[in-house]
């Protein structure tokens, strides 16, 4: 769906819009979520949870947002979390020298590659200033994308904003082994902002300066990869692989993949299989979804295997997640840079945990939900849009609508609203405008139900249900309301069976 | 309970413990949440957004946590958001001068104070420096709490870390305004992290230099503050409100607090009403809180009303939520320094709406529950610890123990489990250690239920359910225990009725 659609709904319904929007000299790069928008993108990362987490039995962490300069020593952020940035010696602006070069030869150039051969490659190809169509630029510079932050009265206690959610895993990995686990596996989880200096934010929600992240970092035996649990149920699962050396996608079961080796063993075909099948939750359809393996030169510093699980959108593929094998580096580097020792006993063996990492952006699966979710139908002369979201992640389970404002219908709806609020319910009590708009407005913003209160409920105590897809609409007695809408919101029954 | 207790049991169970703790040089005042830790801190929100925003059709927002430098200039923290900063001349150490004279006063010493006058009660009081004893003290200095971030490749987008999540519900305004509301009175929320370069981080969660908000700001119009639906619902609701020149509590009625104008009008009792109504479904007994009214110097510099929700504890009140009547001081300030007319229509007047703000502290809120529900029991020769915290809050609603792991207990139990994640509960599943330990980790993290799959179970199709604080246990059924849930944790029947 063309990204001008979505950004005209988000825009009218605030669903995403700039930060500090009436300053017209605010950065870009930093987005504002509100209701429906805050809602769906919320009920993304409870999905997550709950399918990725909990159901794995991991652990949650919430952590603190700002982090010692010596953790970025370790992590290796310092030495090697930078861009090439090249500067126009004729207008002085500022420029990614691999997007550059990649929009000029249409192919992707890897953002590692050393500056004097993105030097050789403008002057190769013939760059030109995207502003002032200057040919003439400075030496490529790496530009580190870490945002530091001073801290402690004298700003002596230098720190930076994370850059990725998953170093304070690392961190906390030796307490929470030691309080909690014992044992290897173990996946640690975290959901929250990350902060990058992007030099050109781009694309409203898909290269942002502050993003939302929900990484699962999965510690464990180097030596028992292929040790793990509940293979079994995924063995047969196909993974739509996007090989490097292939031209397109093949599917390719968990257990050829493992005993193949085109994986590093079954825990990594084991937690791709879960992935997928958790975006399949989000409705993308199984023909636009893949894991395409990068090459060394395309990975990021730490990863010796990355899959990237990408998307085909009018946008082209997205990556929603980076699939990386990080090995020991992470906690090899924290031992070494904070003296702790970071060996573990597993199975009567001392290790160093390795770690698979799933790093997915919630602000990207947002987006392709939206993206994939947008309909836009004819009825007669006139033309409907909705969002088809599945109901675990739409804003609100159902409109509470009565028909009009009088006559004890109200009354009779909020009465309706409260009960159902307080079977913990996610419904959106609407009063005004007329029942037309009311059904559109929530239909734009993808609540699959509505209830409608209206002169016959005062008597026969039911009400109208309507279904956002179809339209179709039934009868229901109040009194069953809170059931048919928990099987409704967990899927237990349809609409049909409602 | 002892302060002690609270921090040996969150470090004990990683409920919350120091952030990047493997670094002996991190800077203070930054914490990581765990497991239940993590859960119990976003159930607090939740119910916050249930109670406080979802009920009151409110509309929630999530903001970029960096703004722009106009942004802080318009809301006068750039000018005025500072603590008074003593520097020891002997040894160097800075100190927080009104912390150095209450600490020995005993008295409240408003921030707010001249520094001119600070430096006259130092030496009028002979203030020793709490490091080296020496009693030469430099002049107080203002220092500015905010942290800042530079923007760009160049650095040159000066911005912050926003000090309270509060500034982009008042940039978001006219958008909200606009396209969701178009009437008066209008709340928007926004729960999230703000941050401030406290000189002296302390007390673990109760002063750190990234925290928790959640917060609510009401925009209404001023000549309209006694019109207010829902009124009639809270009037004959008592208040606890500590007067400025009272020495107690008085239960005040919110009907009498309006008409007399102890607050400000009908809107501001309502909210008020509203806010303590919230305190108590976090347990917190009717006689241990109190809204403490601020005289004018105590006051931020944005209120010109201000009461401070306290509870009181083993470390003495502590303030959960600052409720403040803003005025039109915020939109105010950025309609000037924007060039945007903020100005509404409402009821056919032309209106710049004022504020009355609730700031609540989300780690507050957590430590004060923590400290409220922690149980210790002697069973006989053995000591018990308990977290009472209602199911609202509580990490997980159920603990799901296999008795064993052999003979299919295991697999029965993992059936189980699988089956009530499927409906949305969460269930903690558990296989290690003993029964009895399995009971103690989960009466300690607060779980009010357990159910434990027995060989019966395998004949029988049920199950022992146990309730944490009586540890009284039931049987029954396997089919029976989604529904019997779905009632506890919504409070519709109790254990004994279920």
């Known amino acids: 769906m063309p990204k001008e659609e979505i950004n005209n709904l988000a825009l009218r319904r605030a669903l995403f819009y700039p930060a500090a929007e009436i300053y017209s000299n605010a950065p870009g790069g930093f987005w504002e979520f509100a209701d429906a928008g805050e809602k769906i993108r919320r009920k993304i990362v409870d999905l997550w949870r709950k399918e990725l987490v909990e159901k794995e039995g991991f652990i949650e962490i919430s952590g603190a947002q700002i982090l010692p300069e010596d953790v970025f020593k370790a992590s290796g952020h310092i030495a090697s979390f930078s861009d090439p940035v090249v500067q126009c010696k004729k207008c002085s602006s500022l420029h990614r020298a691999d997007s550059l070069l990649s929009e000029k030869t249409k192919e ?31 030496e490529v510079k ?19 904003l994370r850059p990725e959610t998953c170093q304070s895993i690392f961190l906390d990995f030796k307490r929470i ?34 993003f939302g992240q929900m990484e699962i970092e999965i510690f ?10 509940n293979f079994s149920e995924i063995e047969n699962f196909k993974l739509n692989l996007f090989l490097l050396k292939e031209k397109g996608v093949k599917k390719i079961s968990c257990k050829e993949a493992a005993e ?15 992935a997928q099948q958790f975006y399949s939750k989000l409705n993308i359809p199984d023909e636009k979804m893949r894991f395409r393996q990068l090459a060394k030169d395309e990975r990021a510093f730490y990863a010796s295997e990355t899959w990237d699980f990408e998307v085909e959108t009018d946008l082209g593929w997205i990556e929603l997640m980076a699939c990386n094998y990080r ?31 799933l790093s997915a952006g919630i602000d990207r699966a947002f987006y392709v939900a939206l993206d994939l979710a947008f309909k836009k139908e004819k009825r007669g002369p006139e033309e409907r849009i909705f969002l088809n979201l599945p109901a675990r992640i739409s804003p609100y389970l159902a409109g509470i609508f009565p028909l009009v404002k009088k006559d004890g219908l109200l009354e009779k709806a909020m009465e ?14 609407e009063e005004k405008a007329s029942i037309g708009k009311r059904y559109a407005k929530i239909d734009e913003i993808g609540v699959p139900f509505a209830i409608t209160i209206d002169y016959d409920s005062l008597k026969d105590n039911s009400v109208t249900l309507r279904e ?31």
């Not at 500056?115 to 760059?127: F, N, S, V």
Request: charged share 25%; hydrophobic share 35%.
């Open 260 to 274: 193949k080796k085109i994986v590093s063993g079954k825990l990594v075909a084991y937690f791709l299989a879960r």
């Open 220 to 229: 464990f035996n180097p030596h028992r990869i292929n040790e793990i649990e």
């Open 108 to 138: 992707v150039v890897p953002e590692s590659l050393a500056t004097t051969e993105l030097d050789r490659m403008i002057k190769a190809h013939g760059i030109e200033c995207p502003k002032c169509k200057g040919k003439d630029f400075a």
């Open 468 to 498: 956002r897809n179809s339209m179709q609409q039934k009868r229901v007695k109040i009194d069953s309301l809170p059931e048919i809408l928990w099987h409704l919101k967990t899927g237990k029954k349809s609409f049909e069976q409602a």
């Open 142 to 160: 790496k530009f580190n994308m870490m945002m530091k932050v001073d801290i402690g009265a004298t700003g002596n206690q230098v720190s930076y």
């Open 416 to 429: 309706i609203f409260r009960q159902l609020n307080s079977f913990d319910f996610d419904v959106l009590f």
């Open 327 to 357: 090995t020991d580096h992470d906690l090899k580097g924290h031992g070494k840079q904070s003296k702790q020792d970071m060996v573990v006993t597993d199975n009567n063996e001392k290790v160093l945990p390795h770690v698979f990492e």
């Open 177 to 210: 082994y030691r309080t909690m686990a014992n044992s290897l596996p173990l996946g640690i989880a975290q959901a929250g902002s990350s902060f990058r200096n992007e030099i050109a934010p781009r694309n409203t929600l898909l290269r942002q300066r502050e």
